[in-house]
């Protein structure tokens, strides 16, 4: 059974930061590119960023300069370091996994920013 379990969300000022942890088992975590995605109510899931298995990052351009995402192969754990958050960041974050046609999902983790 493959499994992606987020942590790290949670509530927090805007301005602040929050950095939310993607542990997959079931995978050869190696091989796969990761990705956080977010989903808002009432909007469509969208990519926040992705790392490749080779360490090439891609960000929207809605939080660049602020999110970063890395990965820890040894750990089987990709991260999204999120600084400056804004109001507009709260939202449902996703890790994901694939590998060509392959993908795996997480159940998600809340983070909420005041204003």
């Not at 997959?24 to 909007?43: E, H, K, L």
């Not at 790392?51 to 929207?60: D, E, F, L, P, Q």
Request: net charge positive; glycine share 12%; proline share 2%.
């Amino acid at each position: 059974q493959v499994q992606l379990v987020e942590s790290g969300g949670g509530l927090v000022q805007a301005g602040g930061s929050l950095r939310l942890s993607c542990t997959a088992s079931g995978i050869s975590f190696t091989v796969y590119d990761m990705g956080w995605y977010r989903q808002a109510p009432g909007n469509q899931r969208e990519l926040v960023a992705r790392i490749s298995r080779g360490g090439v990052t891609n960000y929207a351009d809605s939080v660049r300069g602020r999110f970063a995402i890395s990965r820890h192969n040894a750990k089987n754990t990709v991260y999204l370091q999120m600084d400056s958050l804004k109001p507009e960041d709260t939202a449902v974050y996703f890790c994901a996994a694939t590998l060509g046609a392959r993908d795996y999902w997480g159940q998600g983790t809340q983070v909420t920013v005041s204003s």
